[in-house]
Each structure stands twice: as structure tokens, then as C-alpha cells.
């Protein structure tokens, strides 16, 4: 009987560890897309992007062991967790680009699943060596993504703060809206809720 008491507090206590986690990656999230917004040159965006998608790729897996299944029901119950790792390999595939792009140089984070889909807009993106006019080809690389890993991942580039990146939404109000689907409430983008953080 211990036995199982101690089991299923362990789990509780591991489960309120990966929330904890979640959140604190969250917050660091958000003031990476910040400093974003203040980067025009492809080296130190590159950083920042990098950072950005490893914070990600922790967030899905925290996210996962914290809050267990959390489907999105527009995407046809594509777990969330899942779209946030969807979301961290995006950045990933642009700080490849802003590295390539700072150093004159081809892409070199070509294995992964998206590159039959998004392959030759990430060449022409490295390719461009004018921020602006790279930063504007960020709604290509949106619409080569998004029926592969869903609306609310390639949100995720095409919000993004860039140079010549003329954006629908801001980066906060899809983050609120990230937020209102962990926690299962409805946050309206653009309301205080959604713009102070990812799931708070």
C-alpha cells in the first residue's frame, strides 16, 4: 500500500516538475522572440534562434510529461506538444538560414522531414543576403510548412520579428493563443491575457 502511496506521489511531484519547467522555458521564450525584435544581422539572430528552438524542443518535452495529451481540435487532434516541437525545428531551420546568410555560406540543417516541403524557399532565404528581402520570404517558408505541421506551428514563422516582415498578427497574440490551449481556456488574441506570456 506505501508502496503505491509513494509511486503515485513521485508521479505527482514529477508532473508538477515538468510544469514548472514548461513555465520557466516559457518565460525564457518570450524574452528570446523580444531580443528578436531588436536583431537586424543574420550572426547574432542566428544565436538567438538557435537558443530560441532548443528552448522549444524542451517546452514540447516538459509540456508532454506535465499536462499529458493535449490534442488541438482544428488540427485534427495534432497533440500540442507536438506542435510546439514542430514550431522549435522551424526556428531551428532559420537560424540554419541567418548562419548560412551570415557567413555567405549553403544551409547545413538539411536532415529533417521538412525538407522535401520547405527545402527551396530555406535555399533561397540563405541565399538572400539583403535581411529585408530575406525576412520577406518568411510567408513562403509559412505557406510550404503549414499543412505539414499545422496552423498553429507555422504560426510560429509567420509571426515572426524579422526584417521586411510584414506581420498579420504579433508573435504575443499567438503565444496567447498557445497558452489558451494548454490550459483549455479561450484567450482572445490582443487581450492583456494573451500578452503577457505563452501558458503563464
Known sequence: MWTAIRRRLAGIIDRSQARSAYHAGD??????????????????????????????????????????????????????????ASAGLLYRLIADVEEAAAHRDRRRYTDTDLEPHAGEVLDRMAG????????????????????????????????????????????????????GASTGTDVVPGSPTAEDGHHG
Request: net charge negative; with cysteine; hydrophobic share 40%.
Open 128 to 179: 538572400t543576403v539583403d535581411a529585408e528581402a530575406r525576412g520577406a520570404l518568411l510567408d513562403e517558408l509559412y505557406d510550404a510548412v503549414v499543412d505539414v505541421v499545422g496552423g498553429q506551428a507555422a504560426e510560429a514563422v509567420h509571426c515572426l520579428p524579422a526584417p521586411g516582415h510584414r506581420r498579420a498578427r504579433t508573435l504575443r497574440q499567438i503565444i496567447g493563443e498557445r497558452r
Open 27 to 84: 518565460r525564457t521564450a518570450g524574452r528570446l522572440l523580444d531580443q528578436l525584435t531588436t536583431l537586424d544581422d543574420p550572426a547574432p539572430r542566428a544565436r538567438v534562434l538557435l537558443e530560441l528552438a532548443e528552448v522549444e524542443a524542451a517546452m514540447a518535452r516538459a509540456h508532454r510529461a506535465g499536462f499529458g495529451p493535449d490534442p488541438i481540435e482544428h488540427e485534427g487532434g495534432r497533440d500540442l506538444a507536438d506542435s510546439i
